[in-house]
């Protein structure tokens, strides 16, 4: 008998299922959103590292003596660690058989078979014979991107070297096989050992650093001291760094949105049950004076809501993956058409369905649906047989236990601000998905009713506020009956307050986050280094030469190129001119605590605005000439803060070794002959000033040092602005200056870029699911709003047998709709507030939350007209009510 009365009126049964599905398609499109990007993380992580996890290198930026791998290898052996020297170094590639087929930034790797053996076991590559100086292995994506075979020739070139090699093997990246470490690169090639030692310059016994088999630091392992000229990093984990920042910054709004998308289908679907239920009422009724027992008739109507909860399920569950899948590739379609050119700085997010946990989710809301499906049933049992078939029940009395319901929503309030302001006070990204996260979603979700309920009890003091109003536009028993009403269906109203609180709040927070987002934006917008477009470091001389020599072929592409060399040098403002603190402690020795950096300009038609100029010079042009021709003339960035002004003659103490005054190396009086803007992506990480070659050769030698690692300079490039032969002139610098000279081509705040890139598609993807959210709202506001209608058939002819009109039987209708509105627009507005401040602090955008007041006021007000035209329209079926005999 269910199932008859499942297919009796398909198109009845068909709208609900669509109607009860739109909770299940968004809660599987963001798990399928979710569960893609954790899965496509997990796969770039197996594929690039495998099994390793950190780095062992020298401190000072050599290469690894013999006499270092060996000392490492026996402590690490003796904890079964294992580890494998290796050389490494950017190469641009090129098929032996097409010049046009290229790429840049490729990592060549060169290590010993054996030993890599022990570091991956489970790789057979390793037990085959070793590498020729003529061959190599190739990864699959790097062959197919070059379209070469196995057999075929590919070219090699590194700083000004050109090396042919036969391709031995083309293998899956895992491991070696695909490692990039930190470097961003887009493939990964195996040279043999020796072959790898002579392109980069490395003794045959010595190596570039070392990689182990273990996450765990080399200084924190048990029993080891930490050796003074070798220095380590966690590399998997600098790698994966960003990639955890998108993570955490992606998941935490996912969740919310599967909890919001849970709670409103579960309000949608018990408006559906409800329907249903007045539905079959009649039906049911005749069915029991027939004899069949309460339990026979619970069956029967329980038949029918899990076929229908049945079919919900199933096609939410795959719609939802269709959904998902459509907004995952789309996404990453945007993705990619805005970051084609730092590809290497993010993994590929492949669209991924876990069977196991779909089907668990799947099984888990059908009996969520059921048990809710059992709830509305019990009228079954607790309504008698007149009632069922027609006469009215009982109303719910919402002033029984209303003390404790207040009780228990303060309480609920209370752990609202535990996990939302002292228990998440610490998170970071890093911390993951833990109790405290899921603690701050769930207590919201709960505070989102016990806040409708609040506001609920408010609604007698509305009807004082609107009997204010002219009797003219508003009929006095339409206020007393509209405002009556709410309290005597206190479920259906109470339905419409929470999906009411549910569609102003998604509101709410989508133009918080939208907000937030672009706060983010311009907090990461950090792309100006010193109006450069591009820029290279160089770690010599010698490589400095290279860039020199190998620029001219590239001058249709860079119109001005500037070389920087740079040092760190201690200095001091006796007179405070500027901000570099001079501090006299009780035994009158000076210290200096500013450390700066000098650079020393060579600029070919590299145009460096000056933010400010001495007076005595009228142009830029003039104050870099007299850099050249006198010594005290400098330069400083535009953020070393002071009261100083450009044209000003000040005082500088330079000290070397710790600052003390014994240790005072020159006194300089020079003249700031203006500021430039240092950028906000600034690689020197410190404030800089550009000094006279004389100034700067004088201190090279004494007080001059430099951080571990530190290049000697940069170069910095300006391209031009017209069309250039090339399709992208940054892949060109870069394929050009790794095979000319070794060198890696960067750009102002690329890794940021991207970062930035990512938050603002993931807001474009929570506007998607919010408006299928919306839109969900909508339907169960219309669906209680037309049962409303059907409800009090009977009410409404009565009243107009009695004389009302029909202007006076709609403002019934408007005045309880726009009530009931109200609250749920009040209630909305407080949890979309604090909803969008913990979606702030749960995705760790690291940016300060701020409330945008003014486009929450334009939303409320906007808001109040819908609640108005929402309530006008839906009570249209008035127009077509008559006196029946049913009636």
């Known amino acids: 008998m269910g199932a008859r009365n499942f297919i009796a009126q398909i198109r009845q049964t068909l709208l609900t299922v669509c109607m009860g599905s739109i909770g299940v398609i968004l809660i599987f499109s963001c798990y399928f959103v979710i569960s893609s990007i954790t899965h496509s993380k997990s796969q770039w992580e197996e594929k690039h590292f495998g099994v390793i996890g950190s780095e062992i290198y020298s401190r000072v930026g050599l290469d690894l003596t013999e006499a270092q791998i060996k000392d490492v290898k026996t402590k690490l052996q003796a904890r079964n660690i294992a580890s494998l020297p290796y050389v490494s170094k950017l190469v641009s590639v090129h098929s032996g058989n097409n010049d046009e087929a290229r790429e840049d930034s490729i990592v060549a790797l060169g290590f010993d078979f054996q030993q890599a053996q022990q570091l991956e076991p489970k790789q057979p590559l390793w037990s085959t014979d070793p590498l020729t100086t003529e061959e190599a292995i190739v990864s699959v994506p790097l062959a197919q991107r070059l379209e070469l075979r196995v057999g075929e020739t590919m070219i090699i ?384 001389e010698r490589e400095k030469d290279k860039l020199t020599g190998n620029m001219n072929e590239v001058r249709e592409i860079v119109h001005g190129v500037s070389y920087v060399d740079t040092y760190r040098i201690r200095v001091s403002s006796p007179d405070n001119t500027l901000e570099l603190t001079e501090v006299t402690p009780t035994n009158d020795n000076k210290w200096a605590y500013s450390q700066v950096v000098w650079g020393k300009w060579l600029g070919e038609g590299y145009q460096l605005p000056l933010t400010s100029r001495a007076p005595q010079f009228q142009s830029d042009a003039e104050v870099f000439q007299a850099m050249k021709n006198q010594a005290s003339v400098v330069l400083v960035d535009d953020k070393l803060e002071g009261t100083y002004q450009a044209g000003d003659q000040i005082p500088l103490r330079l000290l070397k070794g710790g600052g003390k005054e014994e240790n005072l190396i020159g006194e300089e009086v020079v003249t700031i002959a203006g500021t430039f803007a240092i950028g906000d992506a600034n690689p020197l990480n410190g404030r800089v000033f550009i000094v006279s070659n004389e100034l700067y050769n004088k201190y090279s030698a004494n007080g001059a040092y430099k951080h571990p690692g530190e290049p000697k300079g940069y170069a910095l490039l300006q391209l031009t602005d017209t069309d250039v032969t090339a399709a992208d002139p940054i892949k060109t610098l870069k394929y050009h200056f790794t095979k000319t000279a070794g060198v890696t081509v960067s750009t102002p705040g690329e890794e940021l870029k991207i970062i930035t890139t990512i938050v603002k598609a993931e807001f474009t993807l929570f506007s998607y699911i919010m408006s299928f959210m919306m839109l969900m709202a909508l339907l169960g506001m219309y669906v209680i709003q037309i049962r409303s209608v059907q409800e009090r058939a009977p009410h409404m002819v009565m009243l107009w047998q009695m004389g009302v009109s029909h202007k006076s039987l709609r403002q019934i209708f408007i005045v309880e709709g726009c009530l009931i509105g109200i609250v749920g627009l009040i209630s909305g507005i407080v949890v979309g507030r604090l909803g969008s401040e913990m979606l702030m602090r749960l995705a760790w955008m690291g940016v300060e939350f701020s409330f945008p007041y003014l486009n929450v006021a334009g939303l409320v007000i906007g808001l109040l007209i819908f609640i108005w035209l929402f309530n006008r329209f839906s009570t249209a079926g008035l127009r077509r009510l008559q006196i029946s005999r049913t009636e």
């Open 157 to 540: 070139s590194f700083a000004g070297q050109g090396v042919p090699v036969t391709i031995r093997d083309i293998v899956e990246e895992r491991g070696l096989t695909g490692f990039r470490g930190t470097m961003r690169a887009q493939g990964t090639i195996i040279l043999s050992d020796r072959l790898a030692h002579q392109l980069f310059g490395v003794p045959e016994a010595s190596a570039h650093s070392m990689l182990l088999a273990t996450d765990k630091m080399y200084s924190a392992l048990p029993g080891t001291s930490f050796f003074t000229d070798l220095t380590e990093r966690a590399i998997k984990k600098e790698a994966l760094a960003h990639m955890s920042l998108v993570q955490g910054i992606f998941t935490p709004p996912f969740l919310f949105f599967v909890a919001v998308s849970l709670f409103a289908g579960i309000l949608l679907l018990a408006q559906l049950f409800n329907i249903l239920k007045e539905r079959r009422k009649y039906y049911l009724g005749v069915l029991r004076s027939l004899g069949l027992s309460n339990r026979n008739c619970f069956v029967i109507y329980l038949s029918e809501c899990a076929l229908l909860c049945a079919v919900t399920t199933i096609s939410g569950v795959v719609l939802g993956n269709v959904l998902g899948f459509g907004l995952l590739s789309a996404n990453v379609f945007y993705i990619e058409q805005l970051l084609e050119q730092y590809a290497a700085y993010t993994y590929p997010i492949q669209p991924y369905v876990d069977v196991k946990a779909t089907c668990g989710i799947a099984l888990t809301m059908f009996v969520i649906f059921l048990l809710l499906a059992c709830f509305v049933g019990r009228f079954i049992k607790r309504t008698s047989i007149l009632h069922l078939m027609g006469k009215e029940d009982n109303r719910v009395k919402p002033a029984q236990k209303r003390l404790l319901k207040i009780l228990g929503s303060l309480l609920v309030i209370v752990a609202y601000i535990y996990f939302n302001y002292s228990a998440t006070e610490e998170l970071t990204a890093n911390d993951g998905l833990n109790a405290n996260v899921f603690g701050s979603i769930i207590s919201w979700l709960v505070g989102v009713l016990t806040t409708a309920y609040l506001m609920f009890l408010l609604v007698p003091w509305m009807k004082r506020a609107a009997s204010i109003l002219p009797h003219r536009w508003l009929d006095r028993l339409a206020v007393t009956l509209g405002t009556q009403y709410p309290h005597l269906r206190f479920g259906r109203s109470f339905g419409i307050v929470l999906l009411f609180t549910v569609l102003s709040c998604c509101l709410i927070v989508m133009i918080s986050f939208a907000s937030n987002v672009e706060d983010f934006a311009a907090a990461n917008k950090r792309d100006s280094f010193m109006a450069t477009d591009a820029y290279m470091s160089y770690v010599d």
